[in-house]
């Protein structure tokens, strides 16, 4: 068999990849080892930047109608009374303090946002889809793949690896990995949710995290920070001590979480981080896990995904419409990705440090740097539009010192004209638009 691009993993990063090119009228074909749907916890928050590449890959719409709209994420900070939790303080961080059309997140049901790209790419003729098929090696430049026990052989132009953390195509291109495990883990599941609960909401004390994203049909999305080692014994004190530590944090979910009776819809997640060295070797790439792992504090690792598989597909695209077929002019995907992972790497490597240490004292100074991040406009933009993937507004060490409570919150005028300075263009985004191949 014989195609122009294979991508091997049919996760929401492929899928984008493969779908940007079939539009383009390139043969793709998109070979995904899993049958039906995965039963692990997947990513369901879609940033600004994920929801503008839906946008132009004619999606916006469908995708709004699935999901559930978030414009703001309250963080409460707890500490433990008298035998109960009384709050320290809140702060709200907003999305529509980003000066653009997508100024918020959506909640969306992983396996439905997988089904709608699917089914949005098999509108194309050049689009191709295997199921269950599992790629081996590669053997004399093409790609071995087995399906329902039989073995054959996928020619193409180029290979996409997008398997996940243990992509057998970066182990073929004999990529390093940086990996960085943690001392703590998460227990994450869905239930029903109170109508009144609309908006993300974090809750945090001194040795306890709680994340409430809602989706839509009135249910939430929950995550639960533990320590390592600790899975076992919770589940030995029975589902109803998992009801208490949740009804603890945030009242208002009693009679909900407890419809709960069994711990196998509850799912471990272990947090890993790491970065390889590079993204593309000859006519391979690597997108999304394969690449990159991000800790899910920031609930990032889809989103690095999908702007991976639209600034890939982007460039092949414009590499077969130019007849650019030179193997080194994919290292502009590396070049536009991989410090933007890197930023992302950090922050939410930061966030996981700050979150998950059990200091007596960290749940004031969390309280006030969030206080004082939220009332100081410039703080609040740059860290909602680092997180929105829209753009990379760097702090400084001024910001530091707001942050801290060692100088006073800001109120900027005309934010709006400062941080579009610093949001991505479409130069950014496809460089090699502008640039040509000879610039690299």
């Not at 090119?21 to 994920?50: M, R």
């Not at 469908?62 to 009374?81: C, D, F, W, Y």
């Not at 087995?146 to 997008?162: H, L, M, P, R």
């Amino acid at each position: 068999m014989k195609t122009q691009v294979l991508v091997i993993g049919g996760g929401v990063g492929g899928l984008t990849a493969a779908l940007k090119l079939a539009k383009c009228g390139i043969d793709v074909c998109v070979v995904e080892q899993t049958k039906g749907s995965a039963h692990k916890y997947k990513g369901e928050l879609l940033q600004p930047k994920s929801l503008e590449i839906f946008h132009q890959l004619g999606l916006n719409k469908p995708v709004l109608e699935a999901g559930h709209q978030i414009n703001e994420i309250e963080m409460n900070e707890m500490k433990r009374k008298k035998g109960t939790y009384v709050k320290l303080g809140t702060a709200t961080m907003r999305y529509s303090i980003i000066e653009s059309e997508y100024n918020y997140a959506l909640m969306i049901p992983h396996e439905k946002l997988k089904e709608m790209l699917l089914e949005k790419a098999k509108e194309y003729p050049a689009f191709h889809y295997i199921q269950p098929a599992k790629f081996k090696e590669f053997k004399d430049q093409a790609a071995v793949v087995t399906s329902n026990k039989e073995e054959f052989i996928i020619e193409a132009d180029y290979y996409i690896g997008a398997e996940g953390r243990k992509s057998n195509v970066r182990k073929a291109m004999n990529v390093k990995l940086n990996e960085h495990e943690y001392d703590h883990h998460f227990l994450t599941v869905t239930f029903d949710r109170p109508e009144s609960m609309t908006e993300g909401k974090i809750i945090s004390t001194p040795h306890a995290f709680l994340g409430l994203f809602p989706l839509p049909d009135n249910q939430v999305r929950t995550v639960y920070l533990i320590q390592s080692g600790e899975y076992q014994s919770l589940k030995e004190r029975g589902i109803e001590h998992f009801h208490k530590k949740y009804i603890d944090l945030c009242p208002e979910l009693d009679g909900y979480v407890t419809k709960l009776k069994e711990w196998k819809k509850i799912q471990l997640m272990i947090p890993i981080h790491f970065h390889a060295e590079t993204y593309v070797k000859d006519n391979m790439a690597i997108i999304g896990d394969s690449a990159h792992s991000v800790h899910p504090m920031a609930g990032e690792g889809m989103n690095l995904a999908i702007q991976d598989g639209d600034v890939l597909g982007e460039l092949l695209c414009w590499m077969y419409k130019h007849d650019e077929h030179y193997p080194e002019n994919l290292v502009w995907y590396e070049k536009v990705r991989k410090t933007r992972v890197d930023f992302i790497l950090n922050l939410s490597h930061l966030s996981a440090l700050a979150y998950s240490k059990p200091f007596r004292y960290f749940g004031s100074l969390r309280n006030r740097s969030l206080k004082q991040m939220t009332e100081d406009e410039k703080l609040h933009t740059k860290q909602m539009l680092n997180i929105s993937g829209l753009g990379i507004w760097k702090e400084s060490f001024f910001d530091r010192l707001v942050q801290i409570g060692m100088l006073p919150p800001r109120t900027l005028q005309n934010i709006e004209l400062l941080h579009t300075r610093y949001m991505f263009t479409y130069e950014n985004d496809y460089p090699w638009e502008v640039k040509g191949r000879y610039s690299i």
